[in-house]
């Protein structure tokens, strides 16, 4: 009997995963990400040693469920575990395996809008400045940061940035971001001339392998580079430098963004460049630097001397 009623709960999340793959066109990471917190919810069930189908849970179990998360997880993480199950169990009832979301009376823990971390521009500078340009990986570690500051992208889309995305004569780049949803983002000169420098004097010289001839930025074997390689650059770039902010490569997105802002770029072209769905994503920026706000307001308001 364990053996079937595990199964009908691997079942439901198998099923669960090729929806969000194919119906959401979400990427594999949220995917993973999904299926971890409903296996949360999974075992927390069997260890009531009662048998609670995905169709048939109640209210109840999952009150009990949540009441346990804080035990473990932090309030933000609560936030989207609860909002994941709601996803999941609006899925069962879109396919008719449930008449009701039993997630719907239950409310998700209060969080505070976190304010993303930045850099100025001149920790950036001293960031770019510790690379070590006499290795081969030092002009690619440069284009890298460049990119990611200069374009403001996701680490993701950094790394499946390809060779025919770049519409250097155009002066833009196509970006496939979350759900494969493509955006067009405008490069700047000095961009484009530090990942021209590393794909005419670096990556020309590589022994790239098969399928990873498209990518622009390469390891040393050839292949396609990954999300955790990028995060280690950044970091041993900030040891180097005795940069003792926690940053990762996100924060040179949410400094692209703030830089932008505090410079009086219109917040509606920031959320197109960064691929924000909602302005309400991009709000987060207005909140970053208080002071460069009222200096807008006593500068363009007429009631101020």
């Known amino acids: 009997m364990t053996y079937i009623y595990s ?30 917190d409903l296996k949360k919810l999974q075992e927390f069930v069997e260890t009531l040693q009662t048998i609670e189908k995905p169709e048939t849970i109640s209210k ?8 346990e998360l804080p035990k473990t997880v932090n309030a933000r993480s609560q936030a989207r575990i609860l909002s994941g199950l709601k996803g999941f169990f609006n899925y069962l009832v879109f396919e008719d395996y449930r008449t009701d979301n039993p997630m719907d009376l239950i409310e998700s823990p209060k969080i505070g809008r976190k304010l993303p971390d930045t850099l100025s521009t001149a920790e950036i500078d001293k960031l770019i400045a510790a690379i070590d ?40 780049i196509k970006v496939t971001g979350k759900g494969s949803k493509q955006r067009f983002v405008p490069i700047s000169p000095i961009t484009k001339k530090y990942i021209d420098l590393y794909r005419n004097e670096v990556r020309i010289h590589l022994d790239i392998k098969e399928g990873h001839e498209d990518f622009v930025f390469l390891n040393r074997r050839g292949k396609q580079l990954t999300r955790a390689m ?76």
């Open 60 to 67: 109840e179990v999952l009150q009990q469920f949540v009441y």
């Open 133 to 172: 340009l006499s290795k081969p990986e030092g002009e690619r570690n440069r284009a890298i940061l460049e990119t990611l500051y200069g374009c403001g992208l996701r680490v993701s889309e950094l790394i499946n940035l390809k060779l025919s995305d770049l519409y250097f004569d155009e002066d833009f």
């Open 230 to 305: 990028i995060f280690t650059i950044i970091k041993r770039l900030c040891a180097i430098t005795g940069l003792r902010k926690n940053i990762s490569p996100h924060t040179f997105r949410h400094s692209f963004a703030t830089h932008l802002l505090e410079n009086g770029a219109d917040l509606r072209a920031i959320q197109q460049m960064l691929g924000h769905e909602s302005i309400t994503t991009t709000e987060v920026y207005v909140h970053v630097n208080r002071t460069h706000l009222a200096q807008v307001l006593n500068k363009f308001h007429p009631r101020n001397p």
């Open 7 to 36: 199964m009908e709960w691997s079942l439901a999340l198998r099923d669960y995963e090729h929806y969000l793959k194919i119906e959401r066109g979400l990427s594999e990471n949220s995917i993973k990400s999904y299926a971890l």
